[in-house]
C-alpha cells in the first residue's frame, strides 16, 4: 500500500493533483498539458528542497520506510541465476536471513542478506527482518562455502536488531553472532556489505565485517536504534528525534567517519521512488569495488579487512 513520511506529504499532495490533472487531460475537449508541465516541475523543485538538508530522525524514517526495496527486490534487478539455500543444519530454517548462489555480470558469487516482509502475513514470515541464531548460522555456512570454492561475498544488511526473544537467547544469539564475526574476519576472499536499510547493531555487524562497507544514501547503521537509545539514556522513548541526532547514524555521518567505503546514490527522493535508478546505481558501485579487491591476494584480503577494523574509531587519553 502507498506510504508517505509526515515530510513528504506536501510533494505527495502535489503529485496527486499531478496525476488528477493527467487523467482530466484530454477529456471534453479539456488539455491540461500546459498546468501539468508547471506543477511537474514546481513538484521537482519542491523534492529537491525537501531532500536537500534531510534531519537525522527524516533519513531514519526513510530507511525504515516500508515501500523501500529489500534484499530480495535487489537480487531480482541486479543479479541472475538466484539459488537460495536454506537452513542451518542444526535447528531450523530462518526466512529472516536470505542467502544462496548468484552470478553478478557472469562472475559466481555467495548472497547473504536480510530479508524484512510487506505486510503482515510475510512480516510474520520474517520475524520483520529480525534473525535468530539459526539464520546467522545459515549465513555462517555460506561464508564458508564462498571460502570454499573462491567466490566473492556480498551481503545485504537491513534490519532493526538480532531478534531477543526468550528462545533465541536460549539457543545461543550472542555466539552466533560472535561466531559469524570471527568467520567473517579470516575469509580469503573479497568481501562486500552493503546497507540498503537499517543497520541496527550487532544483527547488522553479523552481516558486516567485509572488505568494503557499502551504504545507500537513505540508509542507518548504528549500535542502538534511537527509540532503545532515549529509553536508556532519557528514561522516554519519545525522546527518539533527539537521540538519531546525537548518534550520527546517517550514511553521510558514517562516510564523514571513515568507516564507509563509498556512499551509494539512490533515486531522487528515496529508492521507494525508483528501486530500478538505485539498483543500477548500487550495481555501479559492486562492480566498482569488486575490481579493486580482485587485485589482491586472500593473504592480501584478511590483512585490508583486518586494518580496516582495527583502525575504525578515535579515542584520547588524559594525562
Not at 106 to 128: A, C, D, S, W, Y
Not at 240 to 267: H, M, P, R, Y
Not at 291 to 312: G, H, I, N, W
Request: aromatic fraction near 8%; glycine fraction near 10%.
Amino acid at each position: 500500500m502507498p506510504f508517505t513520511t509526515e515530510f513528504e506529504k506536501p510533494l505527495a499532495a502535489l503529485e496527486s493533483k499531478i496525476e488528477e490533472l493527467k487523467q482530466l487531460s484530454g477529456g471534453a475537449g479539456v488539455d491540461f498539458s500546459d498546468e501539468v508541465v508547471k506543477l511537474e516541475r514546481k513538484a521537482k523543485k519542491l523534492q529537491a528542497e525537501i531532500f536537500r538538508d534531510l534531519s537525522r530522525w527524516q533519513v531514519v524514517q526513510l530507511a525504515r520506510h516500508p515501500n523501500r526495496p529489500y534484499t530480495l527486490d535487489y537480487l531480482q534487478m541486479i543479479f541472475t541465476d538466484w539459488m537460495e539455500l536454506e537452513g542451518d543444519r542444526r535447528f531450523g530454517a530462518d526466512h529472516a536471513i536470505v542467502a544462496g548462489l548468484a552470478r553478478f555480470e557472469g562472475e559466481p558469487v555467495v548472497i547473504v542478506g536480510e530479508q524484512k516482509g510487506r505486510g503482515t502475513k510475510e512480516n510474520m514470515l520474517r520475524n520483520f527482518g529480525m534473525p535468530r541464531p539459526e539464520g546467522y548460522r545459515k549465513a555462517r555456512r555460506l561464508y564458508d562455502l564462498a571460502d570454499r570454492f573462491r567466490r566473492p561475498l556480498i551481503t545485504f544488511i537491513d534490519t532493526p536488531g538480532a531478534y531477543p526473544g526468550i528462545g533465541a537467547e536460549e539457543r545461543g544469539q550472542a555466539e552466533a553472532i560472535a561466531v559469524n564475526l570471527e568467520v567473517m574476519s579470516s575469509l580469503g576472499v573479497p568481501s562486500i556489505s552493503i546497507v540498503i536499510g537499517e543497520g541496527g547493531s550487532g544483527g547488522a555487524l553479523a552481516l558486516g565485517v567485509t572488505n568494503k562497507i557499502l551504504m545507500l544514501e537513505y540508509s542507518t547503521y548504528s549500535v542502538i536504534s534511537p527509540e532503545s537509545c532515549s529509553s536508556i539514556l532519557y528514561r522516554d522513548a519519545s525522546k527518539a528525534q533527539k537521540s538519531a541526532e546525537n548518534l550520527k547514524l546517517t550514511a553521510k555521518d558514517l562516510a564523514g567517519f571513515g568507516i564507509v567505503d563509498e556512499l551509494v546514490k539512490e533515486a531522487p527522493g528515496g529508492a521507494h521512488r525508483d528501486p530500478r535508478l538505485t539498483a543500477e546505481n548500487l550495481a555501479g558501485a559492486i562492480r566498482r569495488q569488486l575490481a579493486d579487491l580482485r587485485q589482491l591476494s586472500p593473504e592480501q584480503l584478511v590483512r585490508q579487512r583486518y586494518q580496516k577494523f582495527r583502525a575504525m574509531g578515535v579515542f584520547t587519553t588524559e594525562e
